[in-house]
């Protein structure tokens, strides 16, 4: 059943993909116009959240932003699968750095009950280990579901855009 909806949603994605400066919303009717920008608010506003939980190298904040099912796939480590996998790689990661970024949201598409966001990041790192900060910046893909009203975390994956 979960393969059988990210397999859906990953068919979404690729068809519904289009530039920032192309992207349109074709609905037929003022109420799909309204969800869809209350859905998107709601999105923007979950990612400052997770943007807000980094900068606070905070688990505890993180961990509500991701359904119990999460994933989190991060650039050099092994993806940690579920709620124990992903608590633990986050808590790594805050044990090695300490973050300074802003989010930048490049695209936000909803489709139903799914949708996906890609964003950028930039800022600056402080490595505990040498005391350095050195820049950061990466670019994001989110994927999210909205379960009781809510939209979570289900995937998360992030790359050096250089």
């Known amino acids: 059943m ?13 068809t519904s993909c289009q530039a920032p ?6 609905n037929h009717n003022n109420t799909a116009t309204m969800n869809t920008s209350n859905d ?7 990612l ?16 509500p932003l991701y359904t119990p099912d999460g994933v ?20 790594g990661v805050f044990s090695m750095i ?5 989010f930048f949201i490049d695209e936000i598409e909803v489709d139903g009950d799914h949708a996906f966001a890609r964003t950028t990041s930039r800022g600056t ?3 505990h280990a040498t005391g350095q900060s050195v820049p950061e910046e990466n670019r994001e893909l989110f994927v999210l579901h909205r379960n009781n009203g809510t939209w979570k975390i289900a995937r998360y994956m992030f790359n050096k855009m250089k």
């Open 72 to 91: 989190f796939m991060p650039t050099g480590f092994p993806t940690a699968v579920g709620t124990e996998q992903v608590k633990g790689a986050y808590a």
């Open 40 to 46: 998107q608010a709601a999105i923007k506003s979950l």
């Open 125 to 127: 790192t402080l490595i």
């Open 2 to 14: 979960q393969h059988n909806i990210l397999l859906a949603l990953s068919v979404v994605m690729l």
């Open 21 to 26: 400066s192309e992207q349109t919303t074709t």
């Open 48 to 63: 400052f959240a997770y943007r807000d939980a980094l900068n606070a190298s905070s688990v505890d904040q993180v961990m």
């Open 98 to 102: 300490k973050l300074n970024i802003e």
